[in-house]
């Protein structure tokens, strides 16, 4: 399906939301700025752009459950990127910039709490790639919520799958 240019101005502003994070720190459960977990940066992102109500909140998981229904083979900007571990649950999220690279939140997991740890860690917003990462955690699929004119209302507004 076409992309009309509401799609693409949300799409825009949804990466340029994750952007200004860049660098900021991870914190285990976190979804504002002063500490983001993975599933926290992406509600903050699509509650900016309207797909997500204020107040909302959601795990890797849940965010994975809620729009399965659009996802797509491969990598596009602005598609979300979901991890699973070795049981098949899905544990991470990330957003793609393009068809090698994604931005997201990631550090420690539950350890990290505090600033300090995060800094310890290395565990901050950043740039990797999506593909050849050396974890344990294996891809489980693409997500793209800016293809769909359904969507672009918030959940709980008529929109949103």
Not at 67 to 90: E, M, Q, R, T
Not at 105 to 122: D, L, P, Q, Y
Not at 128 to 148: C, K, N, Q, V, Y
């Amino acid at each position: 399906m076409p992309e009309n240019s509401a799609l693409i101005a949300q799409r825009e502003l949804f990466l340029q939301v994750l952007w200004q994070y860049y660098g900021s720190w991870y914190r285990w459960g976190g979804d504002d700025p002063s500490g983001f977990d993975c599933s926290g940066l992406v509600v903050e992102g699509l509650q900016s752009v309207g797909i997500l109500p204020e107040r909302f909140d959601a795990t890797a998981a849940k965010l994975f459950q809620m729009f399965v229904c659009y996802s797509i083979p491969d990598p596009v900007c602005g598609a979300l990127v979901f991890w699973k571990n070795a049981g098949g649950h899905i544990v991470h999220v990330e957003t793609c910039l393009n068809r090698h690279y994604a931005i997201g939140a990631r550090g420690a997991g539950s350890s990290v709490e505090n600033k300090e740890k995060a800094i310890a860690t290395n565990a901050f917003v950043k740039v990797r790639p999506i593909f050849g990462r050396r974890w344990s955690h294996e891809l489980a699929g693409f997500i793209d919520l800016f293809t769909h004119p359904d969507i672009t209302a918030p959940l709980g507004a008529g929109g949103g799958g």
